[in-house]
């Protein structure tokens, strides 16, 4: 047995194949392919660097795994490949990636714990009972155990169901000549030599061959080989005897050596042997007598020494022709029929088969009739598993045939007659659902062609005639209701395209005519209220096309002339023009204005030929605007008034380089690079208090690379793009930059998993995902436990969740797979947690969520997902705080704060959420006591008491930066605050007439950082919050106006995270429990 591990090499691993980076764009196949290379290149520590890029989201993170577990096993990184490959095992996802077990069971196969690495090579093989690699493994296990009988038996497996696994017939061959069988070694070792003559064994095998067979491989052993047949007395006996190496013997090469005159000798006693059922018999006999029936094995004597050219010289090399003649005439036209002949159950059914290769690997199996494919055959992936039942006749597709996922789920279904697609085709998805039935006629789709959702529910349905549209296109939403509906003929559009929402109301209305839009073409909000309209007459816009705000005020307008524009308006959501452009006949930019808020113009591009030439820079105190020349180094632009708010450099009248564009209160509003005008490179954004807003990167004006989001100066989201498309992995924190989301997108849809996470860690719960739609998903408790797992395949009709021990109890309709209809949520004590409706997955009509003592807490319309008509807020104990007027998910109207008392505490107005006009405050009484003078978003004055206690002090803000105080007529102070660069910074403070505070918080850039309190009348706290950065944070507190406690609550990043203590009389009555926003316990 040593000297068989010392003629092998055993094959541990089967390999076929600070700052962040803004500019990478996430590929898991290009990250593999580079890992690979590195690791080819023996560069294991990069290599594992570019592994671990590959997120645990992605669909490849365990191919990534098996790949850096190769790395860290070749680094010779010893405790750290055993604690990762442990760590693998132990988390259960080696079934999803059974390459893994390989590595693991080799690795204690090399660690002599053999039993160990039996037991996971025991459990791999239910994955990878047709893995030829895996088994090989498998049986190198054996060897090393002393157990070479089971070696031998998955050998053997292997040769039968893989044909071209050259390491198998070395090795057992070898194994047969160590235990005495010289046919059988012989066999086994000349089918190595004739599939791999250049292999790494081939001189190996050569050399075992070369031995005298009477002098060698005399050891027997209970080892079988063969349970019948294979009865090779009569030229065992004659190889025994040595008598192929007798001077009379006629050697048929030109090389005259002992392996030549031995092979020939169990070569040409094939051609007499009576044949039986045994393994080597019926496996290597055929392709052997086959060759000797066609004089080939002259040519074969040379064609299995190539390995040896440099030690046989010209003795090799002089028959170069007859080793390629070799090659074209046997090997190319009739080893592999027979060599790859096999008697195999098929379906259930012996037959005789041929195993078929793609990239030299079994992917058909099935019988062939004169060299052509005829009947059913098995269609396998790469780890010989089935893939597909595939049918054939006279060697094309013919019938009925299947296609399976390595999972073994059925994933399509279609009819072929000659070669062509007819009948019915049917796609499913992994969950097992119909995705798609279509209907073909000689290779062309033919009849009705209908999809489906992945949870139930038609999507689309078409009819076709000779590969073409015909008829009504109907689409549905997963509800049930109507989505589109466009009509066909003869594979053009034509006649109306109405599309709608999923309350069902009109969205969209076109005309069509042969698959040219002709006439007039609307948007709306509601199926009421006008999006966009425009009018086209055989494809080309006319006249104007317009688009409104959500509040119906003008958004951009555009002119066109026989299908060209002329002239394109944006505006302000309060009507004012923002920009203006004008164009030539032939369309191509002459002039870009620019205007401020007031409508004065501050800036004019001019151009020649669609190419910028210079600039005109408007002034208040010029009475002609000045040129500016592209030339100028930093080129500028100003506002009206003179303020920067553009700079860089042109260079051939394009951007280039780096640009700033600032607000007009001076703070950074974009950082952007540009190469020859495109964006290319980083892009900065910035909210107009300061804040980061996001980090992106373009390439050639396409976002592509990572995507960064921030709230409040704080990491929230991360993103990657691929061409102006998510793609790859994303993330959402909490605001302590613990992970709170992690998925994948493809496409810009999300796919496979999606992970929440508890704020310690812990997941609280896991979806699944494709193409967007949400296939099933498990809940975990704090304890990492999973609580229930629903699956929303084909589910419609009422159902009751119960979460967290019984703690919280949803009631809720779907309609195939999807919220739709009443949702309600309640605590065990049947106190209201939320209380809403659905309509195809989205909000719609009253939505209310109740706080922990079981008072309104947010009370909402929503029109189609968003929130549309007033919004109100209310505090812990249930007093309104808050107001605000919503169109279509956009802030449009009046927003009111109020106090404890009902009284307001401010108010203003916004329009597509830029606050417009004045910001009026009060005090608890209701007097109001400062305006501030709004003009989009941008503060421009405040109003404070006068002498005699009017509202009619005006004071001009400049540049947008105020330190703002009102008094009383008795000369208390009656609010103070502090503007910087427009933002709320530092105390916020209002009195009542007697110098008592009334209310009080603390700002960094209007971001709430700190305590807010409101005051009773009697100067007792009503309230006193904590924020760390516009977040809840810490314990929140409500008193009664006699001081005693009514409610304690405990935030972390901003949500209920603790005990809240609800008192009454100032007593504790109940604890509610909270974590991470979800109630998990109540005592009493």
């Given at each position: 047995m040593k000297k068989i591990l010392l003629a092998i090499i055993l094959v541990s691993f089967a390999k076929t194949y600070s700052q962040t980076n803004y500019a990478f764009v996430y590929n898991n196949d290009s990250i593999l392919k580079k890992g690979v290379s590195l690791h080819d290149a023996k560069k294991y520590d990069e290599a594992i660097k570019e592994y671990e890029k590959i997120s645990k989201t992605?669909?490849?993170?365990?191919?990534?795994?098996?790949?850096?577990?190769?790395?860290?096993?070749?680094?010779?990184?010893?405790?750290?490949?055993?604690?990762?490959?442990?760590?693998?095992?132990?988390?259960?996802?080696?079934?999803?990636?059974?390459?893994?077990?390989?590595?693991?069971?080799?690795?204690?196969?090399?660690?002599?714990?053999?039993?160990?690495?039996?037991?996971?090579?025991?459990?791999?093989?239910?994955?990878?009972?047709?893995?030829?690699?895996?088994?090989?493994?498998?049986?190198?296990?054996?060897?090393?155990?002393?157990?070479?009988?089971?070696?031998?038996?998955?050998?053997?497996?292997?040769?039968?169901?893989?044909?071209?696994?050259?390491?198998?017939?070395?090795?057992?061959?070898?194994?047969?000549?160590?235990?005495?069988?010289?046919?059988?070694?012989?066999?086994?070792?000349?089918?190595?030599?004739?599939?791999?003559?250049?292999?790494?064994?081939?001189?190996?095998?050569?050399?075992?061959?070369?031995?005298?067979?009477?002098?060698?491989?005399?050891?027997?052993?209970?080892?079988?080989?063969?349970k019948t047949g294979d009865n090779f007395e009569e030229i065992e006996t004659i190889?025994?005897?040595?008598?192929?190496?007798?001077?009379?013997?006629?050697?048929?090469?030109?090389?005259?050596?002992?392996?030549?005159?031995?092979?020939?000798?169990?070569?040409?006693?094939?051609?007499?042997?009576?044949?039986?059922?045994?393994?080597?018999?019926?496996?290597?006999?055929?392709?052997?007598k086959t060759m000797m029936e066609e004089n080939q094995f002259e040519g074969f004597s040379y064609y299995m020494l190539v390995s040896m050219e440099e030690k046989l010289g010209k003795a090799l090399t002089k028959n170069v022709k007859k080793i390629t003649s070799f090659n074209e005439n046997f090997i190319t036209k009739s080893f592999w029929p027979k060599y790859a002949k096999r008697n195999l159950d098929i379906f259930g059914k012996q037959e005789d088969v041929v195993i078929t290769l793609q990239n030299g690997r079994p992917y058909l199996i099935g019988p062939q009739i004169n060299g052509k494919s005829e009947g059913k055959y098995k269609y396998l992936n790469s780890d010989g598993n089935l893939n597909g039942e595939i049918n054939f006749k006279n060697n094309l597709l013919d019938g009925h045939q299947k296609y399976y996922d390595p999972k073994g789920n059925l994933i399509e279904e279609k009819n072929f007659v000659n070669g062509k697609l007819d009948g019915t085709r049917t796609t499913y998805y992994k969950n097992g659902s119909i995705d798609l039935v279509e209907n073909y006629k000689d290779d062309l789709l033919?009849?009705?062609?209908?999809?489906?959702?992945?949870?139930?529910?038609?999507?689309?349905?078409?009819?076709?005639?000779?590969?073409?549209?015909?008829?009504?296109?109907?689409?549905?939403?997963?509800?049930?209701?109507?989505?589109?509906?466009?009509?066909?003929?003869?594979?053009?559009?034509?006649?109306?395209?109405?599309?709608?929402?999923?309350?069902?109301?009109?969205?969209?209305?076109?005309?069509?005519?042969?698959?040219?839009?002709?006439?007039?073409?609307?948007?709306?909000?509601?199926?009421?209220?006008?999006?966009?309209?425009?009018?086209?007459?055989?494809?080309?816009?006319?006249?104007?096309?317009?688009?409104?705000y959500s509040n119906k005020t003008i958004e951009r307008e555009s002119t066109f002339l026989s299908g060209k524009i002329t002239k394109l308006n944006d505006y302000f959501p309060n009507g004012k023009k923002s920009t203006e452009l004008t164009y030539d006949q032939k369309g191509l930019v002459e002039a870009y204005n620019y205007f401020d808020i007031n409508g004065n113009k501050y800036y004019e591009e001019k151009y020649k030929s669609g190419e910028l030439k210079y600039g005109l820079q408007y002034s208040d105190k010029n009475a002609k605007p000045k040129e500016i020349s592209l030339s100028q180094k930093p080129f500028e632009i100003k506002t009206y008034e003179g303020k920067v708010i553009a700079y860089g450099n042109y260079e051939k009248g394009n951007k280039n380089g780096e640009w700033n564009y600032n607000f007009r209160s001076g703070s950074p509003k974009t950082k952007e690079f540009y190469t020859r005008g495109k964006l290319h490179g980083l892009y900065t954004s910035y909210n107009q208090n300061g804040n980061l807003d996001n980090i992106r990167n373009y390439a050639n004006d396409t976002i592509n690379?990572?995507?960064?989001?921030?709230?409040?100066?704080?990491?929230?989201?991360?993103?990657?793009?691929?061409?102006?498309?998510?793609?790859?992995?994303?993330?959402?924190?909490?605001?302590?930059?613990?992970?709170?989301?992690?998925?994948?997108?493809?496409?810009?849809?999300?796919?496979?998993?999606?992970?929440?996470?508890?704020?310690?860690?812990?997941?609280?719960?896991?979806?699944?995902?494709?193409?967007?739609?949400?296939?099933?998903?498990?809940?975990?408790?704090?304890?990492?436990?999973?609580?229930?797992?629903?699956?929303?395949k084909n589910k419609t009709g009422k159902f009751v969740l119960s979460r967290n021990n019984g703690t919280i109890i949803q009631d809720y309709n779907l309609k195939n797979g999807i919220f739709n209809g009443a949702y309600t949520a309640k605590d065990k004590l049947n106190t209201p947690i939320t209380t809403a409706e659905y309509v195809n997955g989205k909000l719609h009509n009253a939505y209310k969520s109740y706080g922990p003592t079981g008072s309104i807490y947010t009370e909402s319309t929503y029109y189609n997902g968003d929130r549309n008509g007033i919004s109100k807020q209310y505090d812990l104990v249930g007093n309104l705080r808050l107001t605000t007027e919503y169109t279509f998910g956009d802030e449009n109207g009046k927003t009111i704060r109020y106090y404890h008392n009902k009284t307001k505490l401010s108010e203003y107005n916004e329009l597509d959420g830029l606050t417009e006009g004045e910001h009026i405050y009060y005090n608890q009484k209701g007097e109001p006591i400062l305006a501030i003078g709004y003009t989009n978003n941008q503060p421009t004055y405040y109003t404070r008491k006068s002498k005699t206690g009017e509202l009619n002090d005006k004071v001009i803000i400049e540049n947008e930066t105020a330190q703002v105080s009102s008094y009383y007529p008795n000369g208390k102070v009656a609010i103070q605050l502090n503007l910087l660069k427009g933002n709320l910074d530092g105390k916020f403070v209002i009195y009542n007439a007697e110098s008592k505070p009334e209310y009080e918080s603390m700002y960094k850039n209007s971001i709430l950082d700190g305590d807010r309190i409101e005051y009773y009348a009697n100067g007792k706290i009503y309230k006193k919050e904590h924020f760390v950065k516009n977040d809840f944070e810490g314990n929140q507190e409500y008193y009664k106006e006699d001081g005693k406690p009514w409610l304690i609550s405990a935030y972390k990043n901003g949500e209920f995270h603790g005990n809240t203590l609800i008192y009454k009389e100032g007593k504790l009555i109940l604890t509610k429990k909270y974590d991470s926003d979800e109630l998990v316990n109540i005592t009493k």
């Amino acid at each position: 047995m040593k000297k068989i591990l010392l003629a092998i090499i055993l094959v541990s691993f089967a390999k076929t194949y600070s700052q962040t980076n803004y500019a990478f764009v996430y590929n898991n196949d290009s990250i593999l392919k580079k890992g690979v290379s590195l690791h080819d290149a023996k560069k294991y520590d990069e290599a594992i660097k570019e592994y671990e890029k590959i997120s645990k989201t992605d669909p490849k993170f365990l191919n990534a795994q098996y790949e850096k577990a190769l790395s860290l096993k070749q680094s010779d990184k010893k405790e750290e490949f055993k604690s990762f490959i442990e760590d693998l095992y132990s988390k259960n996802v080696m079934p999803e990636y059974p390459e893994l077990y390989t590595v693991y069971a080799n690795f204690l196969s090399d660690e002599k714990e053999y039993d160990k690495s039996e037991k996971i090579f025991k459990e791999g093989e239910k994955y990878l009972p047709n893995s030829s690699s895996f088994l090989y493994n498998f049986a190198i296990l054996y060897v090393r155990k002393g157990d070479t009988q089971k070696s031998v038996d998955i050998l053997e497996r292997i040769i039968t169901n893989n044909p071209n696994h050259p390491s198998s017939h070395f090795f057992l061959g070898t194994i047969a000549l160590e235990n005495g069988k010289i046919t059988e070694g012989t066999l086994a070792l000349m089918s190595y030599l004739v599939i791999a003559p250049t292999g790494p064994y081939a001189e190996a095998a050569i050399l075992k061959l070369n031995a005298k067979y009477g002098q060698n491989y005399l050891d027997e052993s209970k080892v079988v080989f063969s349970k019948t047949g294979d009865n090779f007395e009569e030229i065992e006996t004659i190889l025994r005897n040595q008598l192929p190496l007798n001077s009379a013997y006629k050697v048929k090469s030109s090389i005259d050596d002992v392996i030549i005159r031995q092979v020939q000798a169990v070569a040409e006693y094939t051609l007499e042997h009576k044949m039986g059922d045994g393994f080597f018999e019926t496996i290597y006999i055929p392709w052997v007598k086959t060759m000797m029936e066609e004089n080939q094995f002259e040519g074969f004597s040379y064609y299995m020494l190539v390995s040896m050219e440099e030690k046989l010289g010209k003795a090799l090399t002089k028959n170069v022709k007859k080793i390629t003649s070799f090659n074209e005439n046997f090997i190319t036209k009739s080893f592999w029929p027979k060599y790859a002949k096999r008697n195999l159950d098929i379906f259930g059914k012996q037959e005789d088969v041929v195993i078929t290769l793609q990239n030299g690997r079994p992917y058909l199996i099935g019988p062939q009739i004169n060299g052509k494919s005829e009947g059913k055959y098995k269609y396998l992936n790469s780890d010989g598993n089935l893939n597909g039942e595939i049918n054939f006749k006279n060697n094309l597709l013919d019938g009925h045939q299947k296609y399976y996922d390595p999972k073994g789920n059925l994933i399509e279904e279609k009819n072929f007659v000659n070669g062509k697609l007819d009948g019915t085709r049917t796609t499913y998805y992994k969950n097992g659902s119909i995705d798609l039935v279509e209907n073909y006629k000689d290779d062309l789709l033919d009849g009705i062609c209908t999809s489906y959702y992945p949870n139930g529910g038609k999507n689309c349905e078409i009819s076709f005639v000779n590969g073409k549209r015909n008829g009504k296109l109907i689409c549905s939403y997963q509800n049930g209701g109507k989505k589109t509906e466009t009509n066909y003929e003869n594979g053009k559009l034509n006649g109306n395209y109405l599309e709608y929402n999923e309350a069902g109301d009109l969205k969209e209305t076109a005309n069509y005519t042969n698959d040219v839009v002709d006439g007039k073409s609307i948007e709306y909000y509601d199926g009421k209220v006008v999006k966009n309209e425009v009018t086209y007459k055989n494809g080309d816009l006319q006249d104007t096309y317009k688009s409104y705000y959500s509040n119906k005020t003008i958004e951009r307008e555009s002119t066109f002339l026989s299908g060209k524009i002329t002239k394109l308006n944006d505006y302000f959501p309060n009507g004012k023009k923002s920009t203006e452009l004008t164009y030539d006949q032939k369309g191509l930019v002459e002039a870009y204005n620019y205007f401020d808020i007031n409508g004065n113009k501050y800036y004019e591009e001019k151009y020649k030929s669609g190419e910028l030439k210079y600039g005109l820079q408007y002034s208040d105190k010029n009475a002609k605007p000045k040129e500016i020349s592209l030339s100028q180094k930093p080129f500028e632009i100003k506002t009206y008034e003179g303020k920067v708010i553009a700079y860089g450099n042109y260079e051939k009248g394009n951007k280039n380089g780096e640009w700033n564009y600032n607000f007009r209160s001076g703070s950074p509003k974009t950082k952007e690079f540009y190469t020859r005008g495109k964006l290319h490179g980083l892009y900065t954004s910035y909210n107009q208090n300061g804040n980061l807003d996001n980090i992106r990167n373009y390439a050639n004006d396409t976002i592509n690379g990572t995507f960064e989001v921030y709230e409040d100066n704080k990491l929230n989201r991360t993103f990657y793009y691929q061409n102006n498309t998510q793609n790859g992995p994303f993330k959402s924190f909490y605001p302590d930059g613990t992970t709170s989301i992690e998925g994948y997108f493809v496409n810009g849809d999300l796919n496979f998993k999606k992970y929440s996470y508890y704020q310690n860690g812990t997941i609280s719960s896991i979806e699944n995902y494709v193409d967007g739609y949400l296939l099933n998903k498990e809940y975990y408790n704090l304890k990492g436990i999973k609580e229930n797992d629903i699956d929303y395949k084909n589910k419609t009709g009422k159902f009751v969740l119960s979460r967290n021990n019984g703690t919280i109890i949803q009631d809720y309709n779907l309609k195939n797979g999807i919220f739709n209809g009443a949702y309600t949520a309640k605590d065990k004590l049947n106190t209201p947690i939320t209380t809403a409706e659905y309509v195809n997955g989205k909000l719609h009509n009253a939505y209310k969520s109740y706080g922990p003592t079981g008072s309104i807490y947010t009370e909402s319309t929503y029109y189609n997902g968003d929130r549309n008509g007033i919004s109100k807020q209310y505090d812990l104990v249930g007093n309104l705080r808050l107001t605000t007027e919503y169109t279509f998910g956009d802030e449009n109207g009046k927003t009111i704060r109020y106090y404890h008392n009902k009284t307001k505490l401010s108010e203003y107005n916004e329009l597509d959420g830029l606050t417009e006009g004045e910001h009026i405050y009060y005090n608890q009484k209701g007097e109001p006591i400062l305006a501030i003078g709004y003009t989009n978003n941008q503060p421009t004055y405040y109003t404070r008491k006068s002498k005699t206690g009017e509202l009619n002090d005006k004071v001009i803000i400049e540049n947008e930066t105020a330190q703002v105080s009102s008094y009383y007529p008795n000369g208390k102070v009656a609010i103070q605050l502090n503007l910087l660069k427009g933002n709320l910074d530092g105390k916020f403070v209002i009195y009542n007439a007697e110098s008592k505070p009334e209310y009080e918080s603390m700002y960094k850039n209007s971001i709430l950082d700190g305590d807010r309190i409101e005051y009773y009348a009697n100067g007792k706290i009503y309230k006193k919050e904590h924020f760390v950065k516009n977040d809840f944070e810490g314990n929140q507190e409500y008193y009664k106006e006699d001081g005693k406690p009514w409610l304690i609550s405990a935030y972390k990043n901003g949500e209920f995270h603790g005990n809240t203590l609800i008192y009454k009389e100032g007593k504790l009555i109940l604890t509610k429990k909270y974590d991470s926003d979800e109630l998990v316990n109540i005592t009493k």
